[in-house]
């Protein structure tokens, strides 16, 4: 099927929402369509074309990208190439100056200095770089049944049962005593080896059957296979060992100061005849980052400061000195400031800059699934294809409706198509919104809709994951 053709046959429909006149007003009675037309029925044949630009890099870019170790490495790679150059105290901070600053190599904040001062805020896109994952233990290498075998915990929250049977990739660092750094990336290239959880065989599982979904496979039975090729003199353990040594020249007990993930080693593949989604590891939320960089690379000289703040651990709770709850954000924002007012700098300074800032907590969110739509209040959720959704899950969790009023503006102003999220029947926040919140600046939720997000493999539209981009650049731009 040809995307193009299909919305070229129906180009009265494109042409009424173009030009304001209701789609609703013309279709079916159905409160769906009447609620929601889908973005792709208001794009042209250029904006087409765009959108399918930016899905072949966003999946380049994701591939590239499973862990925040990955994401800052290749957002620096891209940086430079845009003429963004390493932040530092006599940094120019002339308006159109392009910054970058990584802290401790798991956060990165990309800065375009705008013409106004920073005591009148700045503009922030704020986001996060982990994804749910399996991670090893401090001494995680073990033999068992004649299999050697890693022990693994989780980072962030998964389906179990998902995670069995799938190739995974090993990927990460180990830091040595000596101050040495050893990166690990092994299960990404069609040559390397992959690495599995195996399940039951159907025929074997009756003591198991009764579980709950949620213990299918509990957290303490996802441990990999990493080999099972026996030695005359060896165990298999004492020949991982070896490898270890040989092949990273590291020992077991250097994996006691390492990072290393398993992470699915699918690559990102169109879905649908009509290829209008992608699936891919990790799009909660590298869309919402991905998106971020694409639109801060092209600020030239905005109006105000610009910042996409992408960020390590939210997904176990903001925690540590990589995540949003960091005193990093506002360090960096008082260094430009210090750097801007030299010995005029106060605290109070400080405090204006933040008061006055307006920041998008971008995260994605569980789309409107057809085969559970039940779930779902479907009168107030995302669907996919129905362009990026602002969040209102109430409880106190909201942007104030002056800001939701400023943010409506400038989407409606830019032809950027929105919707609303709230889940069903309870109230409830989450992503790093709270956190900058905390520091008086003025923040709004909101992301794209994912089907199947924290599993190895979510979906995602092509036109939703364009618009994020589409609505971060408007927002930077906005005055």
Do not use: C
Request: proline share 4%.
């Amino acid at each position: 099927m040809n995307i193009k053709r299909t919305l070229t046959s129906i180009a009265i429909i494109s042409t009424m929402a173009l030009s304001g006149q209701s789609y609703a007003d013309k279709t079916e009675n159905d409160p769906v369509k009447k609620a929601s037309p889908s973005t792709w029925l208001n794009l042209s044949e250029s904006e087409l074309v765009a959108v399918e630009k930016y899905a072949t890099d966003y999946k380049t870019f994701i591939y590239k990208t499973p862990t925040e170790l990955t994401f800052v490495t290749e957002t620096i790679k891209r940086a430079e190439k845009q003429g963004f150059k390493r932040l530092s105290e006599k940094s120019n901070l002339k308006p159109g100056a392009r910054f970058y600053d990584v802290n401790r190599d798991r956060t990165i904040s990309l800065i375009v200095m705008g013409k106004k001062g920073l005591e009148q805020g700045t503009r922030i896109v704020g986001a996060h770089i982990d994804s749910p994952r399996l991670e090893l233990k401090g001494r995680p290498l073990y033999e068992k049944e004649k299999f050697a075998m890693l022990q693994t915990y989780v980072h962030g929250g998964i389906k179990t049962y998902q995670w069995v049977n799938i190739p995974l990739a090993l990927v990460g660092r180990v830091d040595k005593k000596d101050g040495t750094v050893v990166n690990i990336s092994v299960g990404f290239d069609d040559n390397d080896p992959i690495f599995m959880v195996p399940d039951l065989a159907p025929h074997v599982d009756h003591p198991n059957r009764d579980r709950k979904s949620r213990d299918v496979i509990k957290k303490e039975e996802l441990d990999v296979i990493i080999a099972a090729k026996p030695d005359l003199d060896k165990s298999i353990k004492e020949l991982i060992t070896d490898f270890l040594k040989t092949e990273y020249d590291i020992s077991v007990d250097d994996l006691v100061s390492a990072e290393l993930a398993l992470v699915p080693a699918t690559k990102p593949r169109d879905v649908g005849f009509d290829r209008s989604m992608i699936a891919a590891y990790g799009q909660d939320d590298k869309a919402s980052s991905i998106a971020a960089v694409t639109a801060i690379f092209e600020q030239k000289i905005p109006e105000y400061t610009s910042v996409a703040f992408l960020v390590d651990n939210e997904e176990v709770g903001n925690i540590n000195n990589t995540g949003a709850s960091s005193t990093y954000l506002v360090d960096m924002l008082s260094g430009l400031l210090y750097n801007q007012m030299g010995d005029d700098y106060n605290d109070y300074q400080l405090r204006k800059v933040l008061r006055n800032t307006k920041v998008i907590s971008a995260d994605v969110n569980p789309g409107v699934n057809p085969n559970w739509a039940g779930v779902w209040e479907l009168g107030n959720a995302p669907r996919l294809g129905n362009g990026i959704n602002l969040k209102l899950y109430g409880g106190g969790f909201n942007a104030n409706s002056e800001y939701m009023a400023w943010t409506r503006n400038y989407l409606d102003n830019n032809k950027i198509k929105w919707q609303t999220s709230t889940y069903k029947g309870k109230a409830s926040g989450g992503t790093i919104g709270s956190d900058l919140s905390n520091d008086n600046m003025e923040v709004i939720d909101f992301g794209v809709p994912i089907l199947s997000i924290h599993s190895p493999y979510a979906v995602g539209s092509k036109v939703d994951l364009y618009s994020l981009y589409k609505a971060m650049s408007a927002f930077y731009q906005q005055k």
